[in-house]
């Protein structure tokens, strides 16, 4: 029998050169070890675990429910968010032409990008960045360029280029819980707003900032000018699965992405945006309580890892730490494997979040008990006084029919 020899097909090269998620590696990797009976200790989810009711389906128009809504987020629930900014944060945001709702916070800052930017234009980056970001301006075609996590914010100024189109921070901070203040955010937006550069500030954790002032963007700039905030119930009201994001600029900014969102998304879903739209206030007063046991939580594991000598670098809130494991001689990646599958702990490590980042481990506290966490700090300190080589932990990751890292091509 004789076969057709067809020519290759064809591919992007820009997806080639964009490695998978390494948080969401490592979470498939725990999720892939736990359908295998393994009691894995999870501090690389990136979410905490609130106690929210089950509110009744009853009220809401659920033969709507199974249709497209409005693209840019149904009217009643672009009103609740915005007096949740208002009330919460002192913005004056209006819901009507100042917020669009879309399925998660993730496309929505793509296609953010994809409205700014041109083919090798440069995006700015503070360290320790969301791995995301990075992996999402190259979908662009453009090009990242890292500000150190430990570049004081007043030499900032030398790292933009004419070429530089757009900064990110996120405020507070994954990984490191960081929180900028309203100097900082003033003088970062100066510097942005004269160079005729965007300023997107992720505020995906902004109820987590409990000991200290909270400062939107928003409050500083209300005109938003040149200016966008992303947000979503993700972190701050514990809803991940639901997948609703949702971002504040200009009505003229808000109209672009709008007919990005109609060609790539349509709508939120529709149902999940009213029965948030319905319960918003009842979910807040479920949530904010658990996000504050969260941030108490966050202290005494900070006390711990004081006391246990482990370092890691400033922050007062969200649900993370980015510990230092500078001392450790060997590759980090090989590190957290080897924690994983030997010892049943998985953190993420700190290359995913930028260049000067490499030697730090991420650690999320949001849905394991403390005396786990201590148990895989303790454990942690431990590996830390061998090394570990790629030989071995991928014929781990084999015998235990798992997948290897893939970088990039």
Known sequence: MSYIKYPE????????????ALS?????????LRRQKRDVISLSLGESYFNIPRFPFEPLDFEKGYHYSDSQGIPELRDKIADYYNKYYGTD??????????????????????????????VLIHEPAWLSYQEQVKLCNAKVSFIPYNEKINFFE???????????????????????????LLEIYSTCRSRGVYLMVDEAY????????????????PNMDGVITINSLSKNMGMSGWRIGYMIATPKFISKILKLNQHLVTCGPTILLQYVSKYFDDILAYTLPQVREVVEKRKRIAKYLDENEIKFLPGSSTFYFFIDVSTYDGDILNLSLHMLLEHDIAMVPGLAYGKSTEKFLRMSIGTETEERIYLAIQSLKISMMNSYDSETINKELSRLSL???ESDS
């Open 403 to 405: 997948p290897n890292f």
């Open 158 to 184: 030398k790292y933009f280029t004419d070429k530089t189109r757009l900064m990110i921070i996120n405020n507070p901070n994954n990984p490191s819980g960081r929180v900028y203040s309203k100097d900082e």
């Open 93 to 122: 945001v209006n819901g009507k032409d100042d917020i669009l709702i879309s399925a998660g916070s993730k496309p929505i800052i793509f296609m953010c990008m994809l409205a700014i930017l041109n083919p090798r234009d440069e």
């Open 206 to 221: 902004s109820d987590f900032v409990i000991d200290e002032d909270f400062v939107s963007i928003l409050n500083l700039v």
């Open 24 to 32: 969401v590696y490592i979470n498939q990797l725990v999720y892939d």
């Open 9 to 20: 097909l064809s591919k992007s090269n820009v997806i080639d050169k964009i490695p998978e």
